[in-house]
């Protein structure tokens, strides 16, 4: 092995032969301890940030987020930290499936910072205690529906049922009817003996803050966000216990307590787009989102459109 070529293959080699031996070492001394950390007795209760307008988007992200927490065996209660307006009716619809499921495995708790309105309260009323703050908005519960007028309109469609996305007017106000009932069955369902109000005063709609929300029932008690966690803990009766924060809208996804810092600044209300939009064209929307929407007019009423 005289040639310098083959000698300087032969030193990289060794080289990594010798890498390749501490790599083992390494790992044989590391994989036991990560082992102990996997199945230690570490026992956690999750906090889910959900802050922002509901949409699709957002809602696939804290539905895969609770869907986690669900299986995880080491966060034993979960909080929701909820300032949003509502959003899309669809996607609130999922995000109430989704905490609905989680709750019947694990305690779940809700904090309400600002509001949990409309869609985001339906997001809520799954939870074992709703708690708020003086200042918290909850309620609203019901659905705004946005059609294309009935003027005289430059296009022209080839069927009735091509104009309204689909839907003839009777369709359209049946939806609503609809959506509105699922809506505010939910609501007597989970939030039950609690309630001291009746269910057409539910379907007015009508939103409450701080201590009258916790006297009408839409809430249970006035506190803030450390109140919540105890209390989730204690049902799930830890006496020590980690914190962790989610945040499904935040690319970090997981930061602990002690080092991490919430997400701040006021969510946008804008109303979501349809899937598909194409210039000129109008399409239906139903949102369960706190406030009206900027030159529309609230026209359903079920008496007068059939409805119960």
Same mark, same amino acid.
């Given at each position: 092995?005289?040639?310098?070529?083959?000698?300087?293959?032969?030193?990289?080699?060794?080289?990594?032969?010798?890498?390749?031996?501490?790599?083992?070492?390494?790992?044989?001394?590391?994989?036991?301890?990560?082992?102990?950390?996997?199945?230690? !007795?570490?026992?956690?209760?999750?906090?889910?940030?959900?802050?922002?307008?509901?949409?699709?988007?957002? @809602?696939?992200?804290?539905?895969?987020?609770? &869907?986690?927490?669900?299986?995880?065996?080491?966060?034993?209660?979960?909080?929701?930290?909820? =300032?949003?307006?509502?959003? @899309?009716?669809? =996607? =609130?619809?999922?995000?109430?499936?989704?905490?609905?499921?989680?709750?019947?495995?694990? /305690?779940? #708790?809700?904090?309400? !910072?600002? #509001?949990?309105?409309?869609?985001?309260?339906?997001?809520?009323?799954?939870? %074992? &205690?709703?708690?708020?703050? /003086?200042?918290?908005?909850?309620?609203?519960?019901?659905?705004?529906?946005?059609?294309? @007028? !009935?003027?005289?309109?430059?296009?022209?469609?080839?069927?009735? !049922?091509?104009?309204?996305?689909?839907?003839?007017?009777?369709?359209?106000?049946?939806?609503?009817? =609809?959506?509105? &009932?699922?809506?505010?069955?939910?609501?007597?369902?989970?939030?039950? $003996?609690?309630?001291?109000?009746?269910?057409?005063?539910?379907?007015?709609?009508?939103?409450?803050?701080?201590?009258?929300?916790?006297?009408?029932?839409?809430?249970?008690?006035?506190?803030?966000?450390?109140?919540?966690?105890?209390?989730?803990? $204690?049902?799930?009766?830890?006496?020590?216990?980690?914190?962790?924060?989610?945040? /499904?809208?935040? /690319?970090?996804?997981?930061?602990?307590?002690?080092?991490? @810092?919430?997400?701040?600044?006021?969510?946008?209300?804008?109303?979501?787009?349809?899937? #598909?939009?194409?210039?000129?064209? %109008?399409?239906?929307?139903?949102?369960?989102? #706190?406030?009206?929407?900027?030159?529309?007019?609230?026209?359903?009423?079920?008496?007068?459109?059939?409805?119960?």
């Amino acid at each position: 092995m005289n040639n310098p070529i083959d000698r300087r293959v032969a030193t990289a080699l060794q080289s990594y032969t010798v890498l390749a031996v501490i790599a083992i070492l390494i790992g044989a001394a590391v994989v036991p301890y990560a082992a102990s950390v996997a199945e230690g !007795d570490e026992q956690y209760v999750a906090v889910v940030n959900i802050d922002e307008t509901i949409s699709s988007s957002s @809602s696939q992200d804290t539905v895969q987020q609770l &869907r986690e927490l669900r299986s995880n065996e080491s966060v034993e209660a979960v909080v929701l930290r909820i =300032s949003s307006p509502g959003g @899309s009716a669809a =996607s =609130s619809e999922s995000m109430y499936l989704a905490v609905k499921r989680l709750a019947a495995e694990k /305690p779940v #708790y809700t904090s309400v !910072d600002q #509001y949990a309105a409309s869609g985001a309260y339906y997001t809520a009323v799954p939870s %074992d &205690r709703i708690y708020v703050t /003086p200042a918290s908005l909850v309620g609203h519960v019901g659905v705004i529906g946005t059609a294309p @007028s !009935d003027g005289l309109s430059p296009a022209a469609t080839t069927g009735p !049922d091509k104009a309204h996305r689909g839907m003839t007017r009777d369709q359209y106000y049946a939806s609503l009817e =609809s959506m509105k &009932r699922a809506f505010v069955g939910a609501v007597m369902t989970e939030r039950g $003996d609690r309630l001291n109000v009746s269910r057409e005063t539910v379907a007015e709609a009508s939103a409450y803050q701080g201590g009258r929300a916790v006297q009408t029932g839409y809430a249970d008690e006035v506190g803030g966000l450390e109140a919540a966690i105890a209390g989730a803990a $204690d049902a799930a009766g830890l006496s020590e216990y980690q914190v962790v924060y989610h945040n /499904p809208a935040d /690319p970090q996804g997981l930061f602990l307590l002690a080092g991490g @810092s919430e997400a701040g600044g006021n969510a946008t209300v804008v109303a979501e787009g349809a899937p #598909y939009t194409f210039q000129g064209v %109008d399409t239906v929307h139903f949102l369960m989102i #706190y406030g009206t929407p900027e030159n529309q007019q609230v026209v359903y009423n079920s008496t007068a459109q059939g409805g119960a």
